[in-house]
């Protein structure tokens, strides 16, 4: 089974509005983390936001939230106020406890950001 | 600066060459780690390391091997290169705690394309 699935290959949105993309894991890990990377067409992975499974709160990071349904195992990226920029493929990630701290990777959606 | 540095950034091999792809680290984190990327894929782990003299396999390690004889630096082998391996490589180290959300790093990725 799939540890970390994303199930939109493709993601189009208008600048300025939010959008959300989808993220469920699956893990029977009571500690675990989840993380959300950007992949420009450029290449490097930029770290985006993280989310602790022992954490009461969603993350946020500017414009970025994570929104964590524990009960539902996902980890939905929330971008609020689209840019062009933000066209690129986005990874949703997990570390399980006692893992070495490996992530594992969703195979990504890429996100179009039109004017 | 600080942190991954990859090379060589663009490589083309031959069926049956072999290289070693370079990674190394200035952050004095424990935890490094391969992956790879095929096109349109998410990020499949090779290889990782928990600490120097310490490595152990992945999900894809096949066609591989790993050294770490320092904290720094992690090189990849590849031997008898065949065109599954082409690819995109990314090196990555945590520090492997909580703070700073483990603080994953990863280089700027190694296009490799064996022909």
């Known amino acids: 089974a799939q540890k970390i699935t994303q199930t939109q290959p493709g993601m189009f949105v208008q600048e300025k509005e939010a959008v959300t993309l989808d993220c469920t894991y699956d893990?029977?890990?009571?500690?675990?983390?989840l993380f959300w990377y950007k992949q420009p067409s450029s290449g490097e992975m930029i770290f985006l936001i993280y989310?602790?499974?022992?954490?009461?709160q969603n993350a946020t990071e500017g414009r970025y939230s994570l929104n964590f349904q524990k009960a539902r195992k996902s980890a939905n990226l929330v971008i609020s106020a689209s840019q062009l920029g933000d066209s690129a493929m986005y990874f949703c990630?997990?570390?399980?406890?006692?893992?070495?701290?490996?992530?594992?990777f969703g195979k990504g959606t890429l996100l179009t950001v039109n004017p | 600066n600080a942190g991954v540095t990859q090379t060589p950034k663009f490589r083309i091999l031959k069926i049956g060459q072999s290289m070693t792809l370079q990674c190394a680290q200035d952050?004095?984190?424990?935890?490094m780690y391969w992956y790879r990327q095929d096109p349109g894929m998410g990020l499949k782990l090779i290889y990782y390391?928990?600490?120097?003299?310490?490595?152990d396999k992945g999900e894809v390690p096949n066609g591989y091997n790993v050294s770490r004889s320092t904290t720094e630096d992690f090189p990849l082998r590849l031997e008898l290169a065949a065109p599954s391996q082409t690819s995109v490589y990314f090196c990555?180290?945590?520090?492997?705690?909580?703070?700073?959300?483990?603080?994953?790093?990863f280089g700027s990725g190694t296009r490799l394309t064996v022909v």
């Open positions: 390391s928990v600490g120097a003299g310490i490595t």
């Open positions: 893990t029977s890990d009571q500690s675990y983390g």
């Open positions: 990555a180290s945590s520090t492997g705690t909580a703070i700073s959300n483990y603080g994953y790093t």
């Open positions: 990630a997990m570390r399980e406890g006692g893992s070495n701290y490996k992530l594992t």
């Open positions: 989310q602790g499974s022992y954490d009461e």
């Open positions: 952050m004095n984190h424990n935890y």
